[in-house]
């Protein structure tokens, strides 16, 4: 077993690979070392050979493949390339991280979930919003039982952009592209990891600034999911909502409601420079905190519910390295986000042909 960090490769230089990854990889430099970033067509301002000198720059994916030296390939490029992209790092014999969406169709999931099996390396998805600090505050407020019975749980990414960013992929239809992979897949991951698979799904996928973006990608969908115990799960996200504060979560209850608005700070954080261990780096403003409801002297009363510390985006990495040792499992795993994918395509059978599908 090495002792030595894991050469991680990194494909494509966008936000992603600014924001998420570069910085959680050199920030765990004794697990991982930034060997390489492929970036296709650098420019004066945006070149990743001068903003990181010490690592090697390639124009062509096809040069990580051949660099016997590269032990993780970290994929962050647009989604219809993701596939192709897994599929051969895997085969040259390397480790994959992939940014979500994992890729357009379970099918092609499922199709890479046997590569990995063959090739003995590991794959996983950066699904980083399981380390939301206000998720795991959600899983905290569920574990104590504070609100009984759980009969409706409500997830929110809502923003107020009428206008359409210029000249970006997210907006082109394409395999892969629109809110429902771009936002709605971290949503649905989290609504996995709480309750899994759904009986049955009815989804609502429009285009709210149609007239500013004809023919381009879907920009907003509301998804039902029903339990078979009953409970009902709504996964939003719009493009067009003007408000102070965004409600991000509303749990319901038999007991007790927990309400939250706004959403987990690091990302913000990251853009802004700010790394893991930066002080205050992860920490949520108590003006940002939640509300819990429950009834006190026979009336409803909302007292503040504070957010837990968070374990911060690193630790997808952290975890990474420990299963790459050979220590532990993928901090997600591929398998989940195929059922995550099972979810997104009934969704759109359902919009399309305007009835419930049963999964």
């Known amino acids: 077993m090495s002792t030595q960090p894991f050469n991680v490769a990194i494909v494509g230089y966008g936000m992603s690979a600014k924001v998420f990854h570069i910085p959680l990889v050199r920030a765990l430099s004794k697990d991982f070392k ?8 650098p420019k004066a301002g945006d070149d990743a050979s001068t903003d990181h ?3 090697k720059a390639w124009n062509s994916v096809g040069d990580v493949y051949r660099d016997t030296a590269v032990d993780v390939v970290v994929v962050t490029s647009i989604p219809e390339t993701h596939f192709e992209m897994c599929k051969a790092a895997l085969q040259a014999g390397k480790h994959v991280v992939v940014e979500k969406p994992f890729v357009p169709t379970a099918k092609e999931a499922d199709e890479l979930l046997e590569v990995a099996k063959r090739s003995g390396k590991l794959l996983t998805v950066y699904q980083n919003r399981r380390w939301d600090s206000d998720f795991l505050t959600v899983q905290k407020v569920l574990k104590e039982g504070s609100l009984g019975d759980v009969v409706e749980f409500e997830t929110h990414y809502d923003r107020h952009r ?11 239809e394409a395999p892969g592209h629109g809110s429902i992979f771009d936002l709605g897949t971290h949503l649905i991951d989290q609504v996995y990891c709480l309750f899994g698979l759904p009986e049955a799904v009815n989804g609502f996928i429009t285009t709210q600034r149609r007239e500013k973006i004809p023919g381009g990608a879907h920009d907003s969908h ?29 749990v319901r209850g038999t007991t007790g409601s927990f309400k939250k608005f706004g959403v987990d700070v690091q990302e913000d954080q990251l853009k802004a420079g700010l790394r893991p261990g930066d002080e205050g780096f992860g920490v949520e403003p108590t003006e940002m905190h939640g509300s819990l409801t429950k009834i006190i002297d026979g009336q409803p009363k909302k007292e503040t519910y504070p957010t837990v510390q968070p374990m911060m985006y690193i630790e997808f990495y952290r975890q990474f390295a420990q299963a790459l040792q050979g220590k532990g499992e993928v901090p997600v795993k591929p398998e989940a986000a195929r059922d995550c994918l099972k979810i997104v395509e009934a969704a759109f059978v359902s919009s399309k042909e305007g009835r419930t599908v049963e999964l």
């Open 34 to 41: 930034l060997y390489g970033i492929v970036q296709r067509s």
């Open 53 to 55: 000198p010490g690592a």
């Open 162 to 172: 009428p206008d359409p960013p210029p000249n970006t992929w997210k907006v082109k």
């Open 222 to 250: 509301t998804l039902i999911l029903q339990y078979r115990d009953g409970l009902m799960v709504t996964v939003k996200a719009a493009i067009v909502s003007l408000e102070e504060h965004q409600l991000h979560y509303w």
